[in-house]
């Protein structure tokens, strides 16, 4: 069981490129989301889907973009990428109910972004 | 608004206790507590829910004090394993999470 998988685990890229962090989970998980991780910090959440076709903003959302085409798969995209953008993005996903802040989030392995 | 978790880095021998204390300014729904170690993804290890009820990791135990607003991580006859950064989470509306700043556990031979 592969469980939540993000690709690439690692990028360079230039100030103003662009590139799509690409996440996919198999456990037919309805709650999907997006952290990113400074050095020596906690997990700042950046966008959240509770379904395909349905995603909303969390705390910093600036510079991204997600789209929930399907249950599986959950892309960010960085436009115009910026050095405050060097980070560890972490995809994570969750099966929820009735009460949604009752069960663990299950973590990918995490993308390691370097923009230069 | 960010939970605070104190103390902010612990150093043990293997078999020595250690406990992590988050503390939220707003009112707790449901901790979730996770060891990340350097490098790797976030683990679940605990779940603290209004009500007292607790899901999670058979060899650690936690606390939550509704009332002031409190979790406590209870490591106890702690392995070499143990050792990582240990997050909080807060708990709000469709499973979202605040974490806090992390806990550095280091446990020595």
């Known amino acids: 069981n592969a469980g939540v998988t993000q690709t690439p685990k690692f990028r360079i890229l230039k100030i103003g490129q662009s590139m799509t962090l690409q996440c996919t989970q198999d456990m037919n998980h309805n709650y999907m989301y997006w952290y990113r991780q400074d050095p020596g910090m906690g997990l700042k959440l950046i966008y959240y889907s509770v379904g395909a076709g349905i995603t909303d903003k969390g705390e910093v959302p600036n510079g991204y973009n997600v789209s929930r085409s399907t249950t599986e798969d959950f892309p960010l995209r960085l436009e115009l990428a910026a050095p405050s953008q060097t980070s560890v993005y972490f995809c994570?996903?969750?099966?929820?109910?009735?009460?949604?802040?009752?069960?663990?989030?299950?973590f990918g392995d995490g993308t390691r972004l370097s923009i230069l | 608004q960010q939970p605070v978790q104190s103390p902010q880095a612990v150093i043990l021998r293997e078999g020595e206790d250690a406990v992590i204390n988050c503390s939220s300014s707003?009112?707790?729904?449901?901790v979730h507590w996770y060891r990340q170690k350097h490098g790797e993804a976030p683990v679940f290890l605990m779940i603290?829910?209004?009500?007292?009820e607790q899901k999670g990791h058979e060899k650690i135990s936690a606390s939550f004090n509704e009332k002031k607003q409190q979790s406590s991580l209870y490591l106890t006859a702690s392995q070499l394993s143990y050792s990582g950064t240990y997050f909080c989470g807060s708990g709000t509306s469709y499973g979202k999470l605040t974490f806090g700043q992390g806990t550095i556990l280091t446990v020595h031979p």
């Open positions: 707003k009112a707790l729904y449901s």
């Open positions: 603290l829910l209004k009500g007292g």
């Open positions: 994570a996903s969750t099966l929820q109910g009735k009460k949604a802040d009752n069960q663990p989030q299950h």
